[in-house]
C-alpha cells in the first residue's frame, strides 16, 4: 500500500488524529526542515504521519540515531519503523517527552493541527515542547490557516516569539511555515523566515 492511499485509510478510520486528506507535499516538508541540519543536534519530530517530512529531516544531515518520532497511530508507527531504521519511535502523545527522558532538542518539527486544538491541549502540548528543547531550540509548525497556529494567549503566557516563515501554494492544501522561539533568548528568525513574504 503507498503511503496517499495508507494516508487516506487511516483519515478515514481515525478522523480525530487526523486533519489532513493527504501527506504534506515534498514541497512543504523542505520548506518545514531547510533551516535543520547535521549541527542541529537532537530533533523531535510530532505527527509525521508517514514521515515525508522525516524523510527530509534525515536528508538534511540529521542522523537516525538523533530523531525520536511521536506519532499516535499505530500503523503509521508500524509504517515509520520499516522505512527509517534506526529512528527511535514513540506510539505515545508529545506531553510524554519528559516522561520517557527526551531533552535538549534543538529542533521540534511539528505536524499537529495546532489551530484546531483548544487552548487548554495547546498549552499542554507546547510545555511539554519547552521543557524538552535546548534554550536556543526551536519549535517548526505549519498551518493551513490565514493565522499563526498558536492561540495568542498561549503564545503570551509561555513567553514564545512567532516567526512567519514561507508559503507554499504547492501543498493541499497551501500551507505556511512558522517557528516559534522563547522571548528571552532574543534568536532572530532562523533562515525559513528570512523570506516571509515569499512562497514556495
Given at each position: 500500500m503507498n503511503n496517499i492511499a495508507l494516508f487516506l485509510?487511516?483519515?478515514?478510520?481515525?478522523?480525530?488524529?487526523?486533519?489532513?486528506?493527504?501527506?504534506?507535499?515534498?514541497?512543504?516538508?523542505?520548506?518545514?526542515?531547510?533551516?535543520?541540519?547535521?549541527?542541529?543536534?537532537?530533533?523531535?519530530?510530532?505527527?509525521?504521519?508517514?514521515?515525508n517530512i522525516t524523510r527530509e529531516i534525515l536528508?538534511?544531515?540529521?542522523?537516525?540515531?538523533?530523531?525520536?518520532?511521536?506519532?499516535?497511530?499505530?500503523?503509521?508507527?508500524?509504517?515509520?519503523a520499516a522505512q527509517f531504521p534506526g529512528v527511535r519511535i514513540e506510539n505515545r502523545p508529545a506531553q510524554d517527552m519528559a516522561a520517557i527522558g527526551v531533552e535538549n532538542l534543538g529542533a521540534i518539527v511539528s505536524s499537529l493541527p495546532l489551530l484546531s486544538m483548544p487552548?487548554?491541549?495547546?498549552?499542554?502540548?507546547?510545555?511539554?515542547?519547552?521543557?524538552?528543547?535546548?534554550p536556543h531550540g526551536r519549535?517548526?509548525?505549519?498551518?493551513?490557516?490565514?493565522?499563526?497556529?498558536l492561540d495568542p494567549q498561549v503564545?503570551?503566557?509561555?513567553?514564545?516569539?512567532?516567526?512567519?516563515?514561507?508559503?507554499?501554494?504547492l501543498n493541499m492544501p497551501p500551507a505556511r511555515v512558522y517557528s516559534y522561539t522563547r522571548h528571552q533568548v532574543g534568536i532572530p528568525p532562523h533562515t525559513d523566515c528570512k523570506t516571509a513574504s515569499g512562497t514556495l
Amino acid at each position: 500500500m503507498n503511503n496517499i492511499a495508507l494516508f487516506l485509510g487511516q483519515a478515514i478510520r481515525r478522523p480525530s488524529q487526523i486533519s489532513a486528506v493527504v501527506p504534506s507535499s515534498r514541497r512543504l516538508a523542505r520548506a518545514m526542515v531547510r533551516s535543520l541540519g547535521a549541527d542541529t543536534g537532537l530533533v523531535a519530530e510530532l505527527g509525521p504521519g508517514t514521515g515525508n517530512i522525516t524523510r527530509e529531516i534525515l536528508a538534511r544531515g540529521v542522523a537516525p540515531a538523533d530523531l525520536t518520532l511521536f506519532e499516535l497511530n499505530p500503523v503509521f508507527c508500524h509504517r515509520l519503523a520499516a522505512q527509517f531504521p534506526g529512528v527511535r519511535i514513540e506510539n505515545r502523545p508529545a506531553q510524554d517527552m519528559a516522561a520517557i527522558g527526551v531533552e535538549n532538542l534543538g529542533a521540534i518539527v511539528s505536524s499537529l493541527p495546532l489551530l484546531s486544538m483548544p487552548a487548554a491541549l495547546q498549552h499542554a502540548i507546547l510545555r511539554a515542547c519547552l521543557a524538552a528543547l535546548a534554550p536556543h531550540g526551536r519549535i517548526i509548525q505549519f498551518t493551513y490557516g490565514p493565522r499563526p497556529p498558536l492561540d495568542p494567549q498561549v503564545q503570551h503566557d509561555l513567553g514564545l516569539a512567532v516567526h512567519r516563515g514561507p508559503q507554499v501554494l504547492l501543498n493541499m492544501p497551501p500551507a505556511r511555515v512558522y517557528s516559534y522561539t522563547r522571548h528571552q533568548v532574543g534568536i532572530p528568525p532562523h533562515t525559513d523566515c528570512k523570506t516571509a513574504s515569499g512562497t514556495l
